[in-house]
Nanobody, 118 residues
Framework: QVQLVESGGGLVQAGGSLRLSCAASGTDLSINTMGWYRQAPGKQRELVASITGSGITNYGDSVKGRFTISRDNAKNMVYLQMNSLKPEDAAVYYC????????????WGQGTQVTVSS
């Protein structure tokens, strides 16, 4: 049974920073392209950043230059460093293994809430 556990969210003022962590059990994340997704109330879940097994990264336009995705394959962890946070970054953030543009490999975890005050 694969379990993804996201952590590190919280309340931060606009302009602040947070570092999200994703831990996995029951699978080896290193074989996957991993992504961080977010879902704001009333909106669809969107992919904001991804990283391949070899470390090639890709970012959504809305977070480019502010967010950094990284991974530690030895620890089976994926991270998202979020800087210069904006109120529109507020959402529940999830990690998962990316399969193409629309699919993910595993069941969703509980996510971690990010709230940004203006």
């Amino acid at each position: 049974q694969v379990q993804l556990v996201e952590s590190g969210g919280g309340l931060v003022q606009a302009g602040g920073s947070l570092r999200l962590s994703c831990a996995a059990s029951g699978t080896d994340l290193s074989i996957n392209t991993m992504g961080w997704y977010r879902q704001a109330p009333g909106k669809q879940r969107e992919l904001v950043a991804s990283i391949t097994g070899s470390g090639i990264t890709n970012y959504g336009d809305s977070v480019k230059g502010r967010f950094t995705i990284s991974r530690d394959n030895a620890k089976n962890m994926v991270y998202l460093q979020m800087n210069s946070l904006k109120p529109e970054d507020a959402a529940v953030y999830y990690c998962n293994a990316v399969i193409g543009l629309r699919f993910v490999r595993y069941s969703w975890g509980q996510g971690t809430q990010v709230t940004v005050s203006s």
